[in-house]
């Protein structure tokens, strides 16, 4: 990335900033919390700390930077080291990334592209490239299908908090990450005072991970009655699941154990969940890959991932690309392009520069 894309960035996120700070969402407790950033072009700023909405602002804006973030833990001292914060609770969190959702559509949408001579492939990457032996990098694209996958599963964790764990549904906030998946935050305080372990048997839970091999779980139901009670949390789900389709299943009890379990589990990404010092994207803030937003996803049924947290503007810029695959936003199509000058909306354009895919012309 040249100092002319960095610099271009850097006012594109500063005008948002500028004129939408009032979207930025900050938690409660802003002086226990630690902040941080990462700048265009540089590397991560973190233990900051802020007495109040105004001054974080301040910094924001000053700064505008390619990431916010703030933690989910609440400190004592929340810009010394870790070691010294003096650790007070953390609300629970998830992340479902569309990345770790197997679906059938990345084999057409994930690419190695050569940063040499831009040529490009389907996935696995060769050691060299193809065509004039450099050096080959990877490119995961996103889709609809991928965008609904997302969806599904962060509903699934919805379904898990509200259905086994007890927790009011108004306390669950749900953000689109800014990329391709969704946080979702959990005002319970029942859940702040848990540890690392705990909180992964949650998130095992909810990945099934924690369930008897499917194997098992078929012999068990082999010997139940066939309208035996239902049980509770897994065993209802997936007691239901096959009592449902067991008639007419033309393959064995096991392997339809695995598919009940398979599509109800929610891939949640476990590293976040258990990560008690992290800090997260701040809600309202810019993603630093794509310039969409961290935005409050109030309503499924209404919300649009490819429209709604595209909040920069449309002002038209040219940019140098070497290689980019077709992308969509605000319903419209971009690319594929390859070694060419193209003058698109700055909302599109981010995403290309941030990724070193191009250059401001
Ligand atoms: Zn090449
Ligand atoms: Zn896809």
């Not at 694209?141 to 509903?155: F, I």
């Not at 993603?287 to 991932?305: L, N």
Request: charged share 25%; hydrophobic share 35%.
């Amino acid at each position: 990335m040249n100092d002319g894309t960095k610099t271009w960035l850097r006012n594109a996120y500063k005008e948002f900033y500028f004129r939408s700070s009032e979207s930025i969402e900050f938690p409660e407790d802003i002086g226990s919390r630690e902040f941080g950033y990462i700048p265009f072009g540089g590397g991560m700023v973190r233990h900051l700390s802020f007495k109040s909405r105004g001054e974080a602002l301040a910094e924001i804006l000053k700064q505008s930077p390619s990431s916010v973030y703030c933690s989910n833990a609440r400190y004592e001292f929340p810009a010394r080291p870790i070691e010294e914060k003096g650790w007070l609770g953390a609300e629970l969190i998830f992340d479902i990334d569309a990345t770790d959702i197997p679906t059938p559509c990345k084999k057409g949408h994930d690419l190695w592209y050569c940063e040499k001579c831009h040529a490009s492939g389907k996935l696995p990457r060769p050691p060299k490239c193809t065509k004039c032996g450099g050096p080959p990098a990877e490119f995961h694209g996103t889709c609809e299908t991928c965008l609904d996958a997302a969806k599904d599963h962060t509903t699934r964790v919805v379904g898990f908090l509200t259905g086994d764990f007890g927790v009011d549904p108004e306390a669950i906030k749900v953000y689109f990450s800014g990329n391709r998946g969704y946080h979702l935050h959990i005002f319970d305080k029942r859940f702040d005072v848990l540890d690392q372990a705990a909180r992964g048997e949650i998130a095992d839970y909810m990945r099934g991970a924690s369930l008897p091999l499917s194997q098992t779980i078929a012999s068990t139901l082999r010997r139940r009655p066939p309208s035996g009670p239902q049980g509770a949390g897994w065993t209802r789900r997936i007691t239901g699941y096959v009592d449902e389709r067991r008639q007419d299943y033309g393959g064995t009890l096991q392997k339809l154990v695995s598919e009940a379990v398979s599509s109800q589990r929610a891939m949640v990404d476990s590293s976040v969940t258990t990560d008690i010092h992290r800090v997260f994207r701040l809600a309202g803030t810019l993603h630093g890959d794509t310039g969409m937003s961290k935005a409050r996803v109030k309503s499924f049924a209404k919300f649009d991932p490819q429209e709604d947290p595209v909040v920069l503007s449309a002002r038209p810029v040219k940019v140098k690309v070497d290689f980019h695959p077709h992308f969509r936003l605000k319903h419209k199509d971009f690319g594929p392009y390859k070694s060419e000058t193209v003058e698109i909306p700055t909302f599109a354009a981010v995403s290309i520069l941030t990724r070193g895919l191009g250059e401001v012309a």
